[in-house]
């Protein structure tokens, strides 16, 4: 008799325990919660639809409360947790757009003084041309539809019909007659190798530039999208269970074992490990590019000394201009002369300044403001080149959240009770989580939002591998999938410091991350990506 009653106390399991509700009540309150919610004695938890439905102290009312809190305790843990990216993208962004918007704007000045001092009258009487220029390059840079190329030819065939005018203001140069010079520009080739020197490298230091900046707005925008995480239902329960159902059952000073909260949190951020593919090689070519922003796409080092070069090719024009004239009446007649004037007398006078030969700047020194920007971003840019992978590791390693680690005789909230977590910690990614134990994930249905950040992350990444050749991609037809703005041609006025929501909020049409996500985004229409570049070229716009 006696030795079946000993076997029957043996047998009885823990957590059928006596449980003393009035200590949980009191850490039901040291929550900010009501302490009437809490029971005064424990019930059978029929009523639970999270926490296990054993004797507890819990109530339906309290499982609410807990879940909502849940939410709010996710949501902080992923701001704490993306608080450096977000800030990297954000400050990264305004720092280098600053940068290289009072980099023109202090150039354009210093030419301006240069010229003053140097040309007098006959420029300020012709500092349109000029001005237009930088006008246009700052048009470019804050994604204006602007042809660079086209661009630059356009302002030295003005600065050729000015320049013209002025050293034989002896004639009457008509209209008719400038178009005829414009013909033999390149047979003249009056401003020598300057021309053709400065159109390859202002074009590939301002796409470079440009695109850099556009590409730090992408990562700032998906970065801020999909830490607002959107919680499933499923994931709230999970997140509930592991962080407050220990209450219920008094076990309220437990933490979660480690691999039962790496299994909760790999359910719930599926989708956002499936993004990481995309996002670390838009981080691979982001520090690409940094590495032409650095060297030979170096827009510091072509805009510093861009005034000495105007300067030499318009002192090349000047002591050739009578060879010039001379081709120029072969070709377009000898104009009707306009008499003697003012102006015409001291033309020459005005134009007798002259600079020191300028010398090849060689990449810009350590230590300039750009090679700073630069070496900074790098180091910060390369640590979160696997950040979406890292989530739920990152969430476990909180020491609010979980154990520092499990051991054999380790006892931590297990989601049930105390002691060890046997389940096999999932594998990271959507197609992964078919077995969770802790959340349920629907493995065919990849989320929208992941969905159209892989997109948007394509499209970005491919531009940045564009601007590293040189290139600014133009718009092609609806078949090309990374196509994107162009030099000129794809950024709508408004391109670089400021998005749109649409910029990711278009469907994907492939998700490289899993088998089900390929299939659904096979499926994408090619007029569904013309729709999506389209807008995200729209979507980067000035701030």
Not at 191 to 217: C, E, N, W, Y
Not at 313 to 320: P, V
Not at 377 to 398: A, G, H, I, T
Request: hydrophobic letters at 35%; aromatic letters at 8%.
């Amino acid at each position: 008799m006696w030795a079946v009653c000993a076997l029957v106390v043996l047998c009885v399991p823990a957590d059928v325990r006596a449980l003393n509700c009035s200590v949980v009540k009191d850490a039901y309150r040291a929550l900010g919660f009501s302490p009437d919610d809490v029971p005064a004695e424990q019930t059978s938890g029929e009523d639970l639809h999270v926490c296990a439905p054993l004797e507890t102290c819990c109530n339906s009312q309290m499982e609410e409360s807990f879940s909502h809190r849940s939410s709010r305790d996710f949501q902080k843990l992923m701001d704490d947790a993306s608080e450096e990216l977000r800030d990297t993208f954000m400050s990264g962004h305004k720092r280098f757009d600053d940068f290289f918007l009072e980099l023109l704007e202090s150039t354009e000045r210093s030419l301006n003084e240069m010229f003053v001092r140097t040309y007098g009258k006959p420029y300020l009487q012709n500092a349109e041309v000029f001005q237009s220029l930088f006008s246009e390059l700052r048009r470019f840079y804050t994604g204006g539809n602007v042809n660079l190329e086209e661009m630059l030819k356009d302002f030295w065939t003005r600065l050729l019909e000015r320049m013209f005018q002025l050293l034989n203001s002896q004639f009457q140069i008509t209209d008719e007659y400038l178009e005829c010079i414009g013909k033999y520009t390149e047979q003249l080739r009056p401003f020598g190798d300057v021309p053709k020197k400065l159109k390859s490298q202002v074009t590939r230091a301002f796409i470079a530039a440009r695109t850099f900046v556009q590409g730090l707005v992408v990562g700032r925008d998906i970065a801020n999208r999909v830490t607002q995480v959107n919680m499933s239902s499923s994931c709230v329960s999970g997140f509930t269970k592991m962080l407050y159902c220990s209450y219920c059952q008094g076990l309220f000073t437990l933490k979660p074992c480690r691999n039962y909260c790496l299994n909760v949190m790999k359910g719930c951020f599926a989708n956002q490990a499936d993004l990481n593919s995309e996002w670390s090689k838009y981080i691979d070519a982001l520090l690409l590019l940094t590495e032409r922003l650095e060297g030979p796409f170096n827009i510091e080092s072509v805009m510093e000394p861009i005034d000495v070069k105007i300067s030499e090719a318009i002192m090349n024009m000047q002591e050739n201009s009578m060879q010039l004239s001379y081709q120029v009446f072969q070709g377009c007649g000898q104009p009707e002369p306009a008499g003697m004037t003012r102006s015409a007398r001291g033309v020459h006078d005005s134009f007798s300044g002259r600079f020191k030969p300028y010398e090849e700047l060689p990449t810009v020194a350590s230590g300039a403001p750009l090679h700073r920007l630069v070496s900074e971003m790098k180091e910060k840019l390369k640590r979160f080149r696997l950040f979406w992978l890292s989530l739920p590791l990152v969430f476990c390693q909180d020491e609010q959240i979980s154990v520092d680690g499990e051991t054999e005789d380790q006892q931590c909230w297990n989601g049930h009770h105390s002691g060890r977590y046997t389940a096999e910690v999932q594998k990271d990614g959507l197609a992964h989580q078919a077995s969770n134990p802790e959340v349920s994930v629907d493995v065919s249905r990849p989320d929208s939002l992941i969905r159209q950040q892989i997109l948007a992350l394509r499209i970005m990444s491919n531009k940045l591998k564009n601007a590293y050749d040189g290139h600014d991609i133009n718009f092609q037809d609806s078949n090309e999938e990374s196509s994107g703005s162009g030099s000129g041609s794809g950024c709508m006025e408004s391109c670089v410091t400021d998005s749109d929501s649409s910029i990711t909020h278009t469907p994907v049409p492939k998700a490289e991350t899993t088998d089900e996500a390929a299939a659904v985004a096979d499926s994408a229409s090619a007029l569904e990506i013309y729709t999506l570049t389209l807008m995200l070229t729209l979507s980067l716009t000035c701030r």
